[in-house]
């Protein structure tokens, strides 16, 4: 069917929202959207993925796994993913 008149359902992008802390939820600080890739992202080890303090925690929880005061299976599974990925640096 041709018409002048089509009706066209537009669907609005939905908005861009802010990153969250894949963690704990929580909304990422000192990111922007505007700019490049550099402004988008923090840059530390797990930048515009985790808050700073869930970084700082994985970090600890990394250490405490390396040295043996506490084993994988006992830290939350969302954390887990991460220490596994710190101590793979
Ligand atoms: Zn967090």
Do not use: Q, W, Y
């Given at each position: 069917m041709t018409s002048k008149h089509r009706n066209v359902i537009h669907y609005?992008?939905?908005?861009?929202?802010?990153?969250?802390c894949a963690v704990c939820r929580s909304e990422l600080q000192g990111i922007s959207k505007k700019g490049g890739k550099s402004r988008r992202?923090?840059?530390?080890?797990?930048?515009?993925?985790?808050?700073?303090?869930?970084?700082?925690?994985?970090?600890?929880?990394?250490?405490?796994?390396?040295q043996g005061?506490?084993?994988?299976?006992?830290?939350g599974i969302r954390q887990r993913v991460f220490v596994l990925q710190r101590m793979s640096h």
């Open positions: 609005r992008r939905a908005k861009p929202s802010m990153p969250h992202t923090t840059n530390r080890l797990f930048g515009g993925t985790l808050c700073a303090n869930c970084t700082a925690k994985i970090i600890e929880l990394g250490n405490r796994v390396e005061e506490i084993k994988l299976d006992e830290i």
